[in-house]
């Protein structure tokens, strides 16, 4: 109970002040390398999942895209089949601070600042009914714990309604990628998957040799 009732606070605080220092610039060496092997890891595993269309335009949504350093990688993946992507992020807590006093909504700015059509969103998830081709979704809270962890209030933990609201705004014909953390994440998400009457394929554990996690992740693709 304390932990969720500090989270309520400090979530309101942020989410009021939105303060942040502007215009973020990563200069960190050992940072840009890791952060291009993670762009290098997205491509790799959307690669592996989705399936390519010869589309002129297509509308592509993150989910729950943190501060979207991995933007590039869900980008140039679609650019790589579709001649003009428009890709839309969208985080809860984007203003979250960083020891740098920099907040999650500044340090996407830089992530994203070369990607054309690209654009981040700062709200609920649940706020958007615009449709779209494509919805990449990497590690969705299916259980409590992470997301108190990351400091979010409980009245935030709504998986399956999140997931039928994914669903309902995903095109006919559209691809929609799940990617959870662990088997026990993965066995809840088919869960809700088949509560929902979601036809799905499951891929099972995803690797790539671009970048390897503690914990194994498993995918899930939606085809609409």
Request: glycine share 4%; aromatic share 18%.
């Amino acid at each position: 109970m304390f932990e969720n009732i500090k989270n309520n606070i400090d979530f309101f605080i942020r989410n009021k002040t939105k303060f942040s220092r502007k215009n973020f610039v990563e200069k960190n060496e050992e940072k840009l390398l890791h952060n291009y092997l993670e762009n290098l890891y997205t491509f790799d595993i959307l690669e592996q999942c989705l399936k390519s269309s010869n589309a002129e335009n297509a509308f592509i949504l993150d989910i729950g895209s943190k501060n979207w350093y991995y933007a590039k990688g869900e980008y140039y993946f679609f650019k790589s089949f579709i001649k003009k992507p428009h890709m839309d992020g969208v985080e809860l807590d984007a203003y979250r601070l960083y020891s740098n006093l920099y907040s999650r909504y500044e340090t996407a700015k830089f992530y994203i600042k070369d990607l054309k059509n690209t654009n981040y969103i700062a709200g609920d998830f649940l706020s958007i009914n615009k449709n779209y081709d494509y919805i990449v979704w990497f590690l969705p809270f299916v259980t409590k714990k992470p997301l108190r962890h990351w400091g979010l209030p409980d009245r935030y933990f709504m998986p399956k309604k999140l997931l039928a609201h994914a669903y309902k705004i995903l095109n006919p014909n559209g691809q929609m990628l799940i990617v959870n953390q662990s088997i026990n994440e993965a066995i809840i998400q088919k869960q809700l998957l088949e509560e929902l009457n979601i036809k799905y394929t499951e891929k099972g554990i995803v690797k790539s040799n671009f970048l390897e996690y503690k914990n194994d992740r498993y995918a899930f693709i939606v085809n609409k």
